[in-house]
């Protein structure tokens, strides 16, 4: 801990003398500018924390519709699975059974209304695909994911074990639109509420209080069967 050390003056007469006057003048006139700098300080921060929470619901935050390959996302290629920009979209391929891919925008949100349009290129429809809220790494994020086979849920992968927290598997839904037919996807994450929207249809809503906030982004996966491909188009991240 630092020694805050106290001043000392040589009094005459019961007045300081003419240098310490000046001393304390100066003393007195430091303290003066730095409270004003600590005031101006504190008025920029909390300007800054009323612009963050006066953001309208409806305000798109983020959206990209993959035309420009430069947009920030993931660009990745190996045997075991491609993720890049294809055709005015974003295709995920997974070439290995029981293999999850996915893609970030390298950005962060807290309260998010996350959407997606998505639809099976290529291979299996008993495959998974969807999308990430609160993404803070490889291990640790919320899923929201449907089929091409007609399956939706929700789901955490925290320190590499994934868990669905929508119910013991994945459940079918007649909202989800089978085989090769696009899907629109919303995933809401406010506060502990995750809810899954498909075609305008909520699926499903948990409750969770892993992370506050975090990245966002686009999964692909397979089961079995290797093959998937999963394209993505028109991802939007709006405040709820």
């Not at 994020?141 to 849920?153: E, H, N, P, Q």
Request: aromatic share 10%.
């Amino acid at each position: 801990m630092a020694t805050i050390e106290k001043a000392h003056a040589t009094w005459i007469g019961g007045k300081a003398t003419g240098k310490m006057q000046l001393e304390i003048a100066g003393l007195a006139s430091s303290h003066l500018k730095q409270a004003a700098a600590a005031f101006l300080l504190a008025s920029i921060l909390g300007a800054c924390r009323w612009l963050e929470i006066s953001v309208p619901p409806g305000e798109v935050l983020f959206q990209d519709n993959f035309s420009h390959s430069a947009s920030g996302w993931d660009r990745y290629q190996d045997a075991t699975y491609v993720a890049d920009y294809v055709d005015d979209g974003y295709h995920i391929r997974v070439s290995q059974p029981d293999t999850d891919a996915w893609s970030t925008p390298n950005l962060e949100f807290d309260n998010v209304r996350i959407e997606v349009d998505a639809a099976k290129v290529a291979g299996p429809d008993d495959n998974v695909y969807g999308i990430l809220c609160r993404y803070q790494g490889p291990e640790d994020y919320y899923f929201f994911m449907i089929s091409s086979d007609g399956y939706a849920g929700i789901g955490v992968n925290k320190d590499g074990r994934r868990q669905l927290l929508s119910g013991d598997s994945m459940l079918p839904s007649e909202a989800v639109r089978r085989g090769e037919a696009p899907n629109h996807l919303r995933a809401d994450c406010i506060g502990y509420v995750l809810a899954l929207y498909v075609n305008g249809v909520q699926i499903a809503e948990v409750r969770a209080a892993e992370w506050s906030r975090g990245d966002v982004g686009i999964i692909a996966g397979t089961y079995e069967t290797p093959g998937a491909e999963i394209r993505f188009d028109n991802f939007s991240v709006v405040q709820p």
